[in-house]
């Protein structure tokens, strides 16, 4: 098939990752397009609630922060990408606000939370809706642009061309092919089919397919940490409306703790999440744990000892919801269980975001080594922004070579 159309760079999928790299792709001056599975809105990264990590606080910095990462990895990740990460957060925060992100505010600076294996508060938020607002503000931006979207194309293959790589794509017309530069792949991870196989409940949008992946691979591309998919500590378990929700951690942040049974702290809360998810499945071995009126088994969540301030403030989203389903968060314990969440390994990337095939390039969930084999609550978002920029930059300079 003949490439139909010709750019310096090429992305694929938008979201945060994506989106971050095509705006900055466009930025740099070079020609874009932007490729999708399916809408230009579907992702997960819109779906992040939560916040954004950045040491801004005056006790933090990001060293320090880099440790956190380090050691909720295990020291499995890659010590200059995360140098990387760290360092570059606060410029990718002024960026993001520069786009129109308004983080949330309080005493005269950035309202922070403290996340889990975090030692500083650093979580920024807008609200409960943090990826909403970040992809929200990087697709206006892009839109504006002269870059192009290609919205419905499903990436299908990836071959070398004598002027960097040609990519097959299904489309709604039938197959097509488009030749850049530099592709970037930005294609997120593959939880959502992951759970369908495991017959597990998923956080993720069904987008999150992980072919993209098996692509670069065959393709050539090395790749790590595979099988290190990360479990959210909590998933909502009830109502059925809740089920695969993943409750914002910013809840244990802001004091919510997690009780067996009895009424007893069995972990702490704001642990890094490989051991507090690890710990709840534990207690409900132990016969520790509840069912729901459903009979899936769970723990309890008290919510009930979070400040209302702050639940208006820093939950809104999540409250609407509970109490749409006519239970109130604030005045009763809510159920919790692990759900499936995260792909924390992927394609082996350099600190450019190059993979290890010349001129193609990965970042956010789709590439490996930022967070090792655990990530930290917050860092992904984080990871979208400051690679997703490099990376746009990067192969701008490559594709227009
Ligand atoms: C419910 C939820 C809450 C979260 N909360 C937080 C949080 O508070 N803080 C935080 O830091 N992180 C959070 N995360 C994690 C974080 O949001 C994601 O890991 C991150 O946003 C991934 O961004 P991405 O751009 O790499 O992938 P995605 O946002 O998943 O985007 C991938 C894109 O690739 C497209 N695509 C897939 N396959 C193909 C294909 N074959 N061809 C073309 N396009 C394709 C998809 O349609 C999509 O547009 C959360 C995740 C979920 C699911």
């Given at each position: 098939?003949?490439?139909?159309?010709?750019?310096?760079?090429?992305?694929?999928?938008?979201?945060?990752?994506?989106l971050?790299?095509?705006?900055?792709?466009?930025?740099?001056?070079a020609?874009?397009?932007?490729?999708?599975?399916?809408?230009?809105?579907?992702?997960?990264?819109?779906?992040?609630?939560?916040?954004?990590?950045?040491a801004?606080?005056?006790?933090?910095?990001?060293?320090?922060?880099?440790?956190?990462v380090m050691?909720?990895?295990?020291?499995?990740?890659?010590?200059?990408?995360?140098?990387v990460?760290?360092?570059?957060?606060?410029?990718?925060?002024?960026?993001?606000?520069d786009l129109?992100v308004?983080?949330t505010?309080?005493?005269?600076?950035?309202?922070l939370a403290?996340?889990?294996g975090?030692?500083?508060?650093?979580?920024?938020?807008?609200?409960?809706?943090?990826?909403?607002?970040?992809?929200?503000?990087?697709r206006?931006?892009?839109?504006?642009?002269?870059?192009?979207?290609?919205?419905h194309?499903?990436?299908?293959?990836?071959e070398?061309?004598?002027?960097?790589?040609?990519?097959?794509?299904?489309?709604?017309e039938?197959?097509?092919?488009?030749?850049?530069?530099?592709?970037?792949?930005?294609?997120?991870?593959?939880?959502?089919?992951?759970?369908?196989?495991r017959?597990?409940?998923?956080t993720?949008?069904?987008?999150?397919?992980?072919?993209v992946?098996?692509?670069?691979v065959e393709?050539?591309?090395?790749?790590?940490?595979?099988?290190?998919?990360?479990?959210h500590?909590?998933?909502?378990?009830?109502?059925?409306?809740?089920?695969?929700?993943?409750?914002?951690?910013?809840?244990?942040?802001?004091?919510?703790?997690?009780?067996n049974?009895?009424?007893?702290?069995?972990?702490d809360?704001l642990?890094?999440?490989?051991?507090?998810s690890?710990?709840?499945?534990?207690?409900?071995?132990?016969?520790?744990?509840?069912?729901?009126?459903d009979?899936?088994?769970?723990?309890w969540?008290?919510?009930?000892?979070?400040a209302?301030?702050?639940?208006e403030?820093?939950?809104?989203?999540?409250?609407?919801?509970?109490r749409?389903?006519?239970?109130?968060?604030?005045?009763?314990?809510?159920y919790?269980?692990?759900?499936?969440?995260?792909?924390?390994?992927?394609l082996?990337?350099?600190?450019h975001?190059?993979?290890?095939?010349?001129?193609?390039?990965?970042c956010?969930?789709?590439?490996?080594g930022?967070?090792?084999?655990?990530?930290?609550?917050?860092?992904?978002?984080?990871e979208?922004?400051?690679?997703?920029?490099r990376?746009?930059k990067a192969?701008?300079?490559?594709?227009r070579?």
């Amino acid at each position: 098939m003949r490439p139909r159309a010709s750019f310096d760079v090429l992305v694929i999928g938008s979201g945060a990752s994506g989106l971050a790299t095509a705006t900055s792709a466009v930025q740099a001056g070079a020609q874009v397009a932007i490729a999708t599975k399916t809408t230009l809105q579907a992702c997960n990264s819109a779906k992040a609630q939560g916040g954004i990590q950045a040491a801004f606080g005056e006790d933090d910095s990001p060293e320090l922060h880099a440790e956190d990462v380090m050691r909720s990895s295990h020291d499995t990740a890659n010590p200059r990408l995360v140098e990387v990460l760290t360092s570059e957060a606060q410029s990718a925060i002024h960026w993001l606000e520069d786009l129109g992100v308004a983080f949330t505010r309080s005493n005269g600076g950035y309202r922070l939370a403290r996340c889990g294996g975090a030692s500083r508060k650093r979580l920024l938020q807008v609200g409960d809706r943090t990826g909403h607002a970040i992809t929200k503000a990087l697709r206006e931006t892009y839109e504006e642009s002269a870059g192009e979207e290609l919205p419905h194309h499903a990436l299908r293959g990836l071959e070398p061309s004598q002027s960097g790589w040609v990519a097959s794509f299904e489309t709604k017309e039938g197959p097509a092919a488009i030749e850049a530069g530099a592709v970037v792949l930005a294609a997120g991870g593959r939880c959502f089919a992951e759970a369908e196989v495991r017959g597990e409940l998923s956080t993720n949008h069904p987008n999150a397919t992980g072919e993209v992946t098996r692509i670069a691979v065959e393709a050539g591309a090395e790749a790590r940490d595979l099988d290190a998919l990360q479990y959210h500590p909590n998933g909502g378990a009830w109502p059925s409306t809740m089920q695969g929700y993943s409750i914002p951690e910013t809840t244990r942040a802001y004091g919510a703790v997690l009780l067996n049974a009895d009424g007893e702290e069995f972990t702490d809360s704001l642990g890094p999440r490989d051991a507090v998810s690890q710990a709840i499945v534990d207690e409900v071995e132990r016969g520790k744990g509840v069912l729901t009126p459903d009979g899936r088994p769970a723990v309890w969540l008290d919510t009930t000892r979070i400040a209302p301030d702050d639940a208006e403030i820093s939950l809104p989203y999540m409250l609407r919801r509970y109490r749409g389903a006519n239970i109130d968060p604030l005045t009763e314990p809510i159920y919790t269980y692990p759900v499936l969440h995260y792909q924390n390994g992927g394609l082996v990337i350099d600190e450019h975001a190059e993979t290890t095939l010349d001129g193609l390039f990965a970042c956010g969930e789709i590439a490996g080594g930022t967070h090792g084999r655990n990530r930290m609550m917050g860092n992904s978002l984080l990871e979208c922004a400051v690679f997703g920029r490099r990376a746009g930059k990067a192969a701008a300079e490559r594709g227009r070579a």
